[in-house]
């Protein structure tokens, strides 16, 4: 027995070190400051979580992954713009995320835009290929060099 609680106390504890997401925001001007004020990008994801097959893949496959994860943390500060069929969502928030995506352009989803921290965009992609989460980092650190 008593190895079974150690072995449950061991698991439990591994998984509080490694959450499975990141910190995600909703308001752009506050991750705009975080960035700035931690020399960090700005990665805006543009979704609709609840009804979009590749905005679902993309989660899931890359966006949940222990390696972005440890990527974003260092790197950046995090923002979903969702555009659920669904899920509630406040008319404030709605308005932002309507006024955002007229902003940069957004044509589809996902839709992954990339800002330096003084909000120059660095990259806009649209849609999700599969693309594995070591992949979808080493991208990321190509526009951190820039």
């Not at 995600?24 to 960035?35: E, G, I, M, R």
């Not at 097959?53 to 222990?66: F, G, I, Q, R």
């Not at 440890?70 to 790197?75: D, E």
């Not at 999700?128 to 989460?133: A, I, S, V």
Request: proline content about 6%; glycine content about 6%; hydrophobic content about 40%.
């Amino acid at each position: 027995m008593k190895k079974i609680i150690i072995c449950l106390l061991t698991g439990w504890v591994a998984l509080q070190a490694l959450p499975a997401e990141g910190e995600w925001l909703t308001d752009l001007p506050k991750a705009q400051a975080k960035a700035k004020a931690e020399a960090k990008m700005v990665l805006m994801d543009f979704t609709g979580s609840d009804w979009c097959p590749p905005c679902k893949a993309l989660h899931k496959n890359v966006l949940t992954s222990p390696e972005f994860i440890q990527f974003a943390r260092a790197n950046l500060v995090l923002v979903e713009l969702d555009f659920p069929r669904s899920k509630p969502q406040s008319d404030t928030l709605k308005k932002a995320n309507e006024s955002l995506s007229q902003q940069y352009g957004v044509e589809g989803y996902p839709t992954v835009i990339v800002l330096d921290a003084e909000g120059k965009q660095l990259s806009k992609e649209v849609g999700y290929d599969g693309t594995t989460p070591k992949d979808y980092v080493a991208k990321l650190e190509k526009l951190k060099k820039k």
